[in-house]
């Protein structure tokens, strides 16, 4: 089993910025492709950005490019999330997430996900 735990989560003036870690425990998952997610309270939970086994790969909502970055150090089974000019509607609970299947490229699609951490809240007021 995997286990992730999501931190950096936290309250920022729009415009600000905050990073996001995901510490994974319990078995590597540096052969894992790895995904954040968000999910606001009542929409449903969507997909932030992705990034391939290898690292050499990145997808992002069209709602965050240019303006956030995933990255992953695979030695300490970490991934990043660097989110810069917040803005309001980036207020939400955002989830780390880990696609143990796919061999190749990132999933935007959350039921491919199979291991999911318990999520950190972040808040950007206007």
């Known amino acids: 089993q995997v286990q992730l735990v999501e931190s950096g989560g936290g309250l920022v003036q729009a415009g600000g910025s905050l990073r996001l870690s995901c510490a994974a425990s319990?078995?590597?998952?540096?052969?894992?492709?790895m995904g954040w997610f968000r999910q606001a309270p009542g929409k449903e939970r969507e997909f932030v950005a992705g990034?391939?086994?290898?690292?050499?790969?990145?997808s992002y909502a069209d709602s965050v490019k240019g303006r956030f970055t995933i990255s992953r150090d695979n030695a300490n089974d970490t991934v990043l999330l660097q989110m810069n000019r917040l803005k309001p509607e980036d207020t939400a609970v955002y989830y780390c997430?880990?696609?143990?299947?796919?061999?190749?490229?990132?999933?935007?699609?959350?039921?491919?996900?199979?291991?999911w951490g318990q999520g950190t809240q972040v808040t950007a007021s206007s």
């Open positions: 319990g078995r590597t998952t540096s052969n894992y492709a």
């Open positions: 997430a880990a696609d143990p299947d796919r061999r190749y490229g990132v999933s935007s699609n959350r039921y491919e996900y199979d291991y």
């Open positions: 990034i391939s086994r290898s690292g050499g790969l990145t």
